[in-house]
């Protein structure tokens, strides 16, 4: 029977070392930690990005990366998007298991009851300029938030925890409409009782005179969908910037509040607007040849294509895709979809698509579904916030109950001057 190890040589030395493999994974510790530093410097691992280290040992998410899988606490992510409400995946990424319909009904309960912001956060709102970023106020206000909870640095006490989990899951959409509206020039719409988690958020976004806002079950059940697909992918830049945050033990506000900043960079909160307006500059099927050429040599774009996880498609484009079909049968699909399938098509059969393993993902189909909903662009990325912030807690949550987790701190590689002599600034 093979042993589980890795034999590293060094071949500076002549020495050899046996490294134990645990879960598919050697620690850094165990291979560069045994080298002499008599030879030269100490050995570290360089890995930029941290493309190939498992920072963390993770029970919320797995991606199988060849076969285009992604499943939370073990359920595939279709089975959750045709059957589970948000509510119910937060709570799954939260505590490990699926809740009964008692554990449910109180776990919807205690967000519901917990919805509404203290009226001096409308103010610190209201206190931003009338164009700034909808990210930039709800992260901003999400860190402003623990200094309302006096046990929000309570992290080790379980009851505070849970406070805290259920006050940021339950004000997320209430601080992304404000922060809409504040922009749009509206006034606030407070959360009603009588609305569910996701019909709550369209309320405050959409709601203007009528006295009782009337939610479409489709379009409800597609936002639902979004916020599922979009509630964690494992360790993401965002997510890898809320462990960073919480490992300094600091409360769940600031820790998520970084995610959200993580996620203003255009390399992901906003992808999908961004892939949304690919599909309009394209315009047309007629233009789709066209414009992969321009691809071709370096001149456009391909925006919601490739993955830096996924060898395969985005299992989560083709849940986001159904659900365009199911809301074109009761209003006009948009023609942009039809330019989406096109590129979809085309890439799947071109060489030089296919031989760089350049597959669809989510954020092709996730901006027209935002737009069949009427989200306006602008909050695109605020949505997509709040459907993240179940996975910012899950994975602040578990790193706080990991005993291997220690404040990360990590090595470099220094490649700047060596040492020298100062000089006074009368002789420089």
Not at 100 to 106: F, I, N, S
Not at 169 to 175: F, N, V, Y
Not at 230 to 253: C, I, K, L, M
Request: glycine share 8%; with cysteine; charged share 20%.
């Amino acid at each position: 029977m093979p042993k589980e190890t890795l034999t590293v040589t060094d071949n500076r030395t002549g020495e050899s070392y046996e490294v134990p493999i645990n879960r598919g994974a050697i620690r850094a510790s165990d291979l560069v930690g045994r080298y002499s530093t008599a030879v030269g410097p100490e050995l570290v691992i360089y890995d930029p990005g941290l493309a190939n280290t498992a920072a963390c040992a993770s029970g919320v998410t797995n991606i199988h990366l060849q076969q285009g899988v992604l499943e939370h606490r073990g359920y595939r992510i279709e089975d959750l998007a045709e059957h589970a409400s948000f509510t119910e995946v937060a709570y799954l990424l939260l505590h490990g298991d699926l809740p009964t319909p008692a554990q449910l009904a109180r776990w919807e309960s205690e967000i519901a009851t917990r919805k509404f912001v203290h009226e001096n956060v409308k103010s610190f709102i209201a206190g931003f300029r009338y164009d700034a970023a909808p990210m930039g106020i709800v992260a901003a206000a999400v860190g402003a938030l623990g200094s309302f909870y006096p046990d929000a640095g309570d992290i080790f006490g379980e009851q505070a925890r849970e406070a805290q989990i259920l006050r940021l899951l339950a004000k997320m959409p209430t601080l992304a409409a404000y922060a809409y509206r504040h922009g749009s020039g509206r006034p606030y719409v407070n959360p009603s009782d009588d609305l569910s988690y996701t019909g709550n958020l369209l309320s405050m976004i959409f709601k203007m005179s009528e006295l009782r806002y009337s939610v479409d079950p489709e379009v409800e059940r597609a936002l639902e969908v979004l916020l599922i697909v979009h509630a964690d992918h494992e360790q993401s830049a965002a997510t890898t910037a809320v462990r960073a945050v919480g490992s300094n033990h600091s409360d769940p506000y600031a820790a998520v509040a970084a995610g959200l900043y993580a996620l203003s960079g255009p390399m992901r909160g906003a992808a999908d607007l961004q892939a949304l307006q690919m599909l309009r500059t394209i315009g047309s099927v007629s233009a789709v040849d066209a414009y992969l050429e321009t691809v071709k040599t370096g001149e456009g774009r391909l925006m919601g294509f490739g993955h830096p996880i996924y060898r395969a498609a985005d299992p989560r484009a083709q849940i986001v895709r159904h659900h365009l079909d199911i809301l074109s049968e009761h209003a006009p699909a948009s023609p942009l979809l039809a330019v989406a399938d096109a590129l979809a098509e085309r890439t799947a059969e071109d060489e030089y698509f296919v031989s760089r393993g350049i597959h669809i993902n989510a954020g092709l189909y996730t901006g027209l579904l935002y737009q069949a909903i009427g989200i306006p662009d602008e909050i695109i990325g605020v949505i997509f916030a709040v459907a993240r912030s179940a996975g910012f807690l899950a994975q602040w949550l578990e790193m706080v109950k990991d005993p291997e987790q220690v404040t990360l701190r990590p090595r470099q590689l220094y490649v700047g001057p060596g040492p020298r002599t100062f000089t006074p600034l009368s002789a420089r």
